[in-house]
């Protein structure tokens, strides 16, 4: 089994700063792609940033600036440095790994359990 544990949420003032991490494990060959989404109450899910498959990463217009994603291959492992943070950044953050597992012919996507991120105003 392969799974992705997200860390790093909290309560923080608008303007704050935070840092969330997601690590990867299990028995893995490859991580073709990975990164955040976040869902909001009431609304639906959606991308905030992400490692492609091609090796860029997608930045959702609302967070281009504030956000930065960064990842350590060796430990499996991204993050996202959110800054400059507002009320409407308040969410619960769910990472997804599209992941190849040892033995696998497919490439499985995985998704967390999530972290709740609260920006108060």
């Known amino acids: 089994q392969v799974q992705v544990v997200e860390s790093g949420g909290g309560l923080v003032q608008t303007g704050g700063s935070l840092r969330l991490s997601c690590a990867a494990s299990?028995?893995?060959?490859?991580?073709?792609?990975m990164g955040w989404y976040r869902q909001a109450p009431g609304k639906q899910r959606e991308l905030v940033a992400t490692?492609?498959?091609?090796?860029?990463?997608d930045y959702a217009d609302p967070v281009k600036g504030r956000f930065t994603l960064s990842r350590d291959n060796a430990k499996n492992t991204v993050y996202l440095q959110m800054n400059g943070l507002k009320p409407e950044d308040t969410a619960v953050y769910y990472c997804?790994?599209?992941?190849?597992?040892?033995?696998?012919?497919?490439?499985?996507?995985?998704w967390g359990q999530g972290t709740l991120v609260t920006v108060s105003s």
């Open positions: 997804n790994a599209n992941i190849l597992r040892n033995g696998a012919l497919r490439w499985l996507e995985v």
């Open positions: 299990g028995s893995i060959i490859s991580i073709r792609a």
């Open positions: 490692f492609t498959s091609g090796g860029t990463i």
